[in-house]
DNA sequence: ATAAGGTTTCCAGTGACTGGAAGGTCAAGA
DNA sequence: TCTTGACCTTCCAGTCACTGGAAACCTTAT
């Protein structure tokens, strides 16, 4: 199976696919031609990868889970403790945006939005509070 | 005013400073010895700047936002549109994350974490749907 | 023979900084 | 006066995860 097929099949860009290999995710065979050949071994890695992309994974937890999916012999612990450590990451980030929609929202909702210089929004960020903590 | 108490002042690293003089964000004036000297107006660009970014506002949005904020006659709809194209961009990244948290936090609830290899979570990657869209 | 479409490699750019090296400047203390 | 340490300067490289584009090679159909 050439590239873009792989790439249909996975749900990824062939670009993305080739990216992948360079940083060592997938090594796919290559034909006489040079082209990559993906297995279906390759083919089961690629959606993996796409999928916990999907969830959020950095490509290094990528990397050490697509490990652990190939050791049969893994502890789920090992998992587990990296995909709370993402949900972890994503919860800090769910509340760093509310708390930026809920103060966005209050200006956007304050302006009129006419053609007067007044602006609420521009006052909003001229007296809000500092920032809060770093993402 | 030098680069670390203008720093201070604004809640940003100096590094940071320096580096939106370097795109044209701010433009202080220098001292004999090549110092960077900042005036009560610099600061209050800075300060602007620190906020919206803080809001999520991109550096561009930032531009844009920093030239109304210094056009007096302005439109608060020019202010109104940025802001409320931003907002969105906000709504659609929580709903992202709020997804991603959904799925995760199942299957990080229904994995023991022991030393046993069988794991729900390399199970859900394996066979979840596809991805969402790209953010 | 040619054209269209797939594939290869390599290089550069994205956003918004951040780290670090190499060197100039300043104020305080011995 | 000399030295120390804390500033300040510029410039270059790296981050993350791709993405775009150029130039060249391969395959298939007409």
């Known amino acids: 199976m050439n590239i873009s097929e792989a790439a249909?099949?996975?749900?990824l860009p062939a670009k993305t696919?080739?990216?992948y290999e360079d940083?060592?995710?997938?090594?796919?065979?290559r034909d006489t031609n040079g082209y990559r050949v993906f297995s279906a071994q390759d083919l089961h890695k690629l959606t993996f990868l796409a999928r916990s992309r999907a969830l959020g994974f950095s490509i290094e937890d990528c990397r050490a889970l697509l490990a652990l999916y190939e050791d049969q012999t893994r502890a789920s612990s090992?998992?587990?403790?990296?995909?709370a450590?993402?949900?972890d990451e994503i919860e800090a980030k769910i509340s760093d945006l509310v708390a930026m929609r809920d103060?966005?929202?209050?200006l956007v909702r304050a302006c009129s939005g006419d053609d007067?210089?007044?602006c609420p929004i521009l006052k909003g960020?001229?007296?809000?509070?500092?920032p809060a903590r770093k993402p």
């Open 78 to 83: 090992d998992v587990k403790r990296i995909a």
């Open 85 to 87: 450590e993402h949900l």
């Open 23 to 29: 940083i060592g995710l997938v090594t796919p065979n």
């Open 125 to 130: 960020i001229e007296h809000a509070k500092g």
């Open 116 to 118: 007067r210089p007044d």
């Open 8 to 11: 249909q099949h996975a749900g």
């Open 103 to 106: 103060t966005l929202s209050e």
């Open 17 to 19: 696919i080739r990216y």
